[in-house]
């Protein structure tokens, strides 16, 4: 294992970030001084919360009874043994037995009510009334106007322009729910652009308005709360798994945008030297073309109120991210994952968009569950390594979300079928 090499002494991959919010040279907070106290005020409320007993049992009340948690760890069969016939086919006698953790089965299909009804209570704990957010996808703006409307808040979600356009199912849904959507159309006007404009509205109206973040990104306390928040993914995979086979998984596998998914599912395991973690960033076009995997062609700098790694140019300007997911196009990453790179804890890999329709294609047919596109990507890296290991090898893919977001723009790349 690699020693961590920034100078941070932890005595555990579960112990960051350390109390200015950084994980090694990650993390931080880089925000304006208009929006330091709200960050400051945020940080005091979330660790008063966390140690309040009625805070946790309102959340577990409505992760159980209105999320419908826990997610199922279903075994994925016919797409174990399809991929033990590809091994066999190459010569060898192996073939993980492969798991799905059910994400896309909560109340709004994704892990994104997770961290949203989270933040939510925390919001009416310091007395906003005002909820604003950033969308890509469209599926923590779904999650975000549902927790509003739930209990009666106003919801304002940006959204790219271009994502407008592609996630057009999702943004019904908001305004169903409520929600002011509202198109961006600076920049790419995709989630970069929309997380941009959400900071400006925070900075403008501090008193009323509580800012919930979709991914482990942002300043502190962002990053630990949100994944705080989703660590009852990986949680109960502990769970669910020891009870199917009476161990711990041998590995992990998670897309990654932002990561709040995969940190989810990651951090429950990171002391658990044994379990090998990988998660699947979006190489686009291709690496040396156009992509949103910034861990494998980025470099650290600082974005949206924390360094970590970001696709820039030589002059340090972003770039812009590509996929053909929605969800995956940021050209950043949360500053613990960036850490987690660092130290060789965590493999981190990439998934074309044609490997990820192909997954797409395959988890369908195999198994009957359509999957997000972003969850596709993880499936395809599964694709590939699954076979390369022995059949008692036991692995788990968060499934982040299901696909009927995704239809028609599978439906464009593949001619309608």
Request: proline share 5%.
């Amino acid at each position: 294992m690699t020693k961590e090499p920034f100078g941070q002494s932890l005595n555990s991959y579960r112990a960051g970030p350390d109390e200015r919010g950084h994980f090694g040279v990650f993390g931080g907070r880089f925000v304006a001084e208009t929006l330091m106290p709200l960050i400051l005020d945020l940080e005091r409320h979330y660790e008063a919360a966390k140690v309040d007993p009625s805070f946790k049992a309102e959340l577990d009340n409505l992760l159980t009874h209105y999320v419908g948690r826990p997610s199922p760890l279903y075994y994925a069969e016919r797409l174990t043994g399809h991929l033990r016939e590809k091994a066999a086919a190459a010569g060898g006698d192996g073939g993980a037995k492969i798991y799905f953790k059910r994400e896309e089965l909560n109340h709004t299909g994704a892990h994104k009510i997770n961290n949203v009804l989270g933040q939510i209570l925390l919001a009416r704990r310091m007395g906003k009334t005002r909820i604003i957010a950033e969308t890509g996808a469209g599926q923590h703006g779904v999650a975000t106007a549902t927790a509003c409307a739930r209990f009666g808040l106003e919801c304002i979600v940006y959204m790219g322009a271009v994502d407008v356009e592609r996630q057009k199912p999702n943004v019904f849904r908001m305004k169903l729910l409520g929600a002011k959507v509202v198109p961006v159309e600076s920049g790419a006007r995709t989630l970069k652009d929309a997380m941009n404009e959400a900071l400006r509205d925070w900075v403008t109206n501090v008193a009323d308005t509580f800012y919930c973040i979709g991914t482990a990104a942002g300043p502190h306390p962002y990053p630990a709360m949100v994944r705080d928040f989703q660590c009852i993914i990986g949680e109960e995979v502990r769970r669910q798994l020891h009870e199917a086979e009476g161990r711990l998984p041998d590995s992990l596998f998670a897309c990654i945008g932002g990561g709040s998914n995969a940190i989810g599912l990651f951090h429950p395991f990171l002391d658990d030297r044994s379990v090998e973690i990988y998660g699947v960033e979006a190489a686009g076009f291709g690496l040396d073309n156009k992509h949103a995997a910034s861990l494998a062609g980025g470099r650290p700098g600082v974005l949206h109120g924390n360094r970590t790694y970001l696709l820039m140019d030589a002059d340090g300007q972003i770039e812009e991210g590509h996929s053909i997911s929605a969800g995956l196009d940021y050209p950043g990453i949360g500053p613990e994952h960036s850490w987690l790179k660092e130290t060789g804890r965590v493999t981190y890999l990439s998934a074309t968009d044609d490997e990820a329709l192909e997954a797409f294609q395959l988890c369908a047919l195999q198994e009957g569950i359509i999957p997000a596109l972003e969850p596709a990507h993880a499936l395809a890296k599964v694709a590939d390594i699954a076979p390369q290991k022995p059949r008692d090898h036991l692995m788990v893919v968060n499934i982040s979300g299901r696909g009927d977001k995704d239809i028609f723009t599978v439906a464009d790349h593949l001619g309608g079928m």
